[in-house]
């Protein structure tokens, strides 16, 4: 008798190995997978990095149930974020406690952005996609933590596409001012400018200068003509317009650095853009 259940104990280990063993394996190749997906959405360019931690073991990858999903993105350029929830719920359902995305220097609607981060809660994910076909499908995400940071040559990026007639502008950013330097071309010449501030939000998805001051070859121009200049220059960034992140991305403040600024709020999966593909092609 005793043999016998040793003997059974061992065909439980063996068992038991062999399902972990399983699960390891399925996991790694759902990694794997997920990066091709996020690859083939990004045009193949840049890197990813995807890495899933099941919850429960065995039972929680075979399960669909995730602790977390991290996945890491760098070096490309794309109209729009990779990531977005299908509209068809599915039969099955799986669950991530955290989705963790982080990406770096990256071109987003043809302008630069230095990293982006989002942490996001309880994603729900079709658990069938994933065990049959290797897929991440993700249908429902409640919002979230996220940031932004935008460094000084993305923000003279934005400032040349928002006003043309700025020559050569130049961003410093310090922890308590915003200068922005460059040239007005005007009537056939152009004349030197500086304007210094600092920034703040609008409406949860602009980014403006407040508290302007502005010089023009030196000499720093009277109120009228500073409220001019601050309504052209306003807003600085339009989450929406300029980099296509405002169903994914609402900020609530920011923080200036030295040499970057930071938007911070609440961040989510947006849903897929109706009407044509997954919108990958790099502007």
Not at 3 to 15: G, I, N, V
Not at 139 to 163: C, M, N, T
Request: charge should be positive; aromatic fraction near 6%; hydrophobic fraction near 45%.
């Amino acid at each position: 008798m005793k043999r016998t259940d040793a003997r059974r104990l061992a065909e439980f280990a063996l068992l038991l190995l062999l399902l972990v063993g399983g699960a390891k394996e399925y996991t790694r190749r759902l990694e794997r997978a997920a990066e091709r997906q996020i690859l083939q959405r990004l045009g193949g360019q840049g890197s990813v990095q995807v890495r899933i931690q099941p919850r429960w073991g065995a039972l929680g990858v075979w399960l669909a149930r995730a602790q977390t999903i991290q996945v890491q993105a760098a070096g490309f350029r794309t109209a729009q974020i990779p990531f977005f929830l299908e509209p068809a719920v599915p039969a099955w359902c799986g669950i991530a406690d955290s989705v963790q995305i982080v990406l770096e220097d990256f071109s987003l609607s043809g302008l630069p952005v230095h990293r982006l981060e989002a942490t996001i809660p309880r994603v729900l994910l079709d658990s069938r996609e994933a065990a049959f076909r290797l897929r991440i499908r993700l249908f429902d995400a409640p919002w979230g933590e996220g940031s932004v940071v935008l460094d000084e040559q993305g923000l003279a990026q934005f400032i040349q596409r928002r006003l043309p007639e700025v020559r050569l502008p130049r961003v410093q950013v310090t922890p308590s001012q915003l200068y922005i330097r460059g040239e007005l071309a005007a009537l056939l010449t152009s004349w030197r400018f500086e304007a210094r501030g600092v920034v703040a939000v609008r409406d949860g998805r602009q980014i403006v200068a407040e508290q302007v001051q502005v010089s023009l070859e030196g000499t720093d121009l009277n109120p009228t003509l500073v409220q001019k200049v601050l309504s052209a220059l306003n807003p600085i960034l339009d989450i929406e317009r300029d980099l296509r992140l405002g169903r994914a991305f609402i900020v609530e403040r920011v923080e200036q650095g030295e040499g970057f600024i930071k938007l911070i709020g609440r961040a989510t999966v947006p849903p897929r853009e109706t009407g044509g593909g997954d919108g990958n092609n790099g502007q």
